[in-house]
Nanobody
Framework: QLQLVESGGGLVQPGGSLRLSCTASGLALGVRAIGWFRQAPGKDREGVSCISRSGVRTKYVDSVKGRFTISRDDAKKTLYLQMNSLKPEDTAIYYC????????????????????WGQGTQVTVSS
């Protein structure tokens, strides 16, 4: 069983930065696309960013383009999300997730495409 554990969340002022990490254990991570999702109170979970199994292909939701950067280090079994220029509307619980093993060179930001999830880490952007 693949287990994912997020860390790095916290309280930050608008304009600040945070780096989220997601460490995997159990099954291999390198054969899967992985992604970051978030869920704000009263809202549906949305895809923030994803990265293909090779790390070549990345996608971002429009609201974070140019501010967030996703990366992966399969040797460390870790996924990262560097978040810069944070805004109050980025406040949410952030989750990492892994898709089923696939030869695809692409990734998807759709919640339905992922079958392993972490427990989430809270990010609060407020002055």
């Amino acid at each position: 069983q693949l287990q994912l554990v997020e860390s790095g969340g916290g309280l930050v002022q608008p304009g600040g930065s945070l780096r989220l990490s997601c460490t995997a254990s159990g099954l291999a991570l390198g054969v899967r696309a992985i992604g970051w999702f978030r869920q704000a109170p009263g809202k549906d979970r949305e895809g923030v960013s994803c990265i293909s199994r090779s790390g070549v292909r990345t996608k971002y939701v429009d609201s974070v383009k140019g501010r967030f950067t996703i990366s992966r280090d399969d040797a460390k079994k870790t996924l990262y999300l560097q978040m810069n220029s944070l805004k109050p509307e980025d406040t949410a619980i952030y989750y990492c997730a892994a898709a089923p093993p696939s030869p695809s060179r692409d990734c998807s930001a759709a919640v339905s495409q992922y079958d392993h999830w972490g427990q989430g880490t809270q990010v609060t952007v407020s002055s």
